[in-house]
Each structure stands twice: as C-alpha cells, then as structure tokens.
C-alpha cells in the first residue's frame, strides 16, 4: 500500500512540473483598475423605424498614483440595439470641442468597438452614429463606454496589439452604462 502510494505522489508531482505555467501578465495585479473611466452618455430623445440615432459619450478618466509608469489601450463602443447597423467611425473631441480623432470601428462578438489607440486627453467626448433597424418598436436600448486593457508597459503600448490579443494578454475593465432611445411609430 506505502508503495501506490509514494509511486502516486511522485507522479503527481513529476506531472505538475511538467505542466505548462499560466502566463504572468494574464493575471490581475489588482481587482481595481488603474486607469477609472467615468461615462455618461447621451442618445438622440426619439427616432423613427430606420433612422439615424447619434450616441455621445462624455468621459473623464482618472489615473491611480503610480511609482512605476504605466499604460492602457482602450476601446470605445459596446452593444448597440439589435438589428441596428453599429458606427464604421467615431469621433473624439476635447473638453474645448476641437475634433482630435476619428477612431476605426469594427463588429466583435461582445458588440461594435472602435480602436482609440491615439493620445487621448483626460477628458473628453466621443461622438458616434448608428442606424435603427427598419422593424424597430417602442425603445431602443444601447449599452456604451470604454473597454480598458492594463497594466501595460510602454513597449507593449507601443506593439498595439489586437483587440483579440489584448483580452488574451491584460487584464479587462469595463466601463458602459445603458442609453434609450423612443421609437416613433407614426
């Protein structure tokens, strides 16, 4: 019996030796994030059945007091309402109403998010368009914000990784809130 069960603990440590290690910079060095993103977000009060609905998004970010130097990559976006046709762009403008950016947008699986991979100030506007889809009743509800990836050092900001990649390698915050908009009927 002694010799099953030495034989059994030392493979269950050889095998966990042998196991591959979960890549360090996947786990979160903090259940808060660095980087806090305060959202409010506007939508246009009423629309018809097809029509244009414009989403903005008023943002101020607040960095944590850090010794070390740190990083974020952000998206902005999030779930439009079903069958709405999401932004192909969207607009960055300072505090002051200069347009600094346009930001490429694309469909993901958790929603349409646009890459905001510029110099963003820390406060500022994000204006963006969808269009409703034809068949559309009652209300319209779009939940949107920020998708922030950290801590990043300043080479892995400068290797702008996907947005694919980004989930797999740092650790994930989100920051939306829900906006409706009335459909008309008549």
Not at 121 to 142: C, D, F, Y
């Amino acid at each position: 019996m002694r010799r099953v069960l030495g034989l059994t603990a030392g493979l269950a440590l050889t095998l966990t030796g042998l196991a591959p290690a979960v890549p360090v910079a996947a786990a979160p060095v903090s259940a808060d994030p660095l980087i806090s993103i305060a959202v409010k977000v506007r939508a246009t009060p009423t629309a018809r059945p097809g029509g244009k609905v414009t989403y903005v998004i008023d943002y101020s970010q607040t960095w944590t007091p850090s010794f070390a130097p740190y990083w974020g990559a952000f998206w902005v976006g999030g779930r439009f309402p079903a069958g709405a046709r999401g932004p192909s762009k969207a607009t960055l403008y300072d505090t002051a109403g200069k347009r600094l950016a346009v930001l490429p947008c694309r469909r993901y699986a958790d929603g349409t998010w646009c890459d905001a991979h510029v110099q963003m100030p820390h406060q500022g506007r994000i204006v963006m368009s969808a269009r409703l889809p034809a068949r559309a009743k009652r209300t319209a509800t779009a939940r949107l914000g920020f998708d922030s990836f950290e801590p990043l050092n300043e080479a892995q900001y400068a290797r702008h990784y996907s947005r694919k990649q980004a989930r797999e390698r740092f650790h994930e915050f989100r920051f939306t809130k829900p906006v409706t908009t009335r459909v008309r009927t008549r």
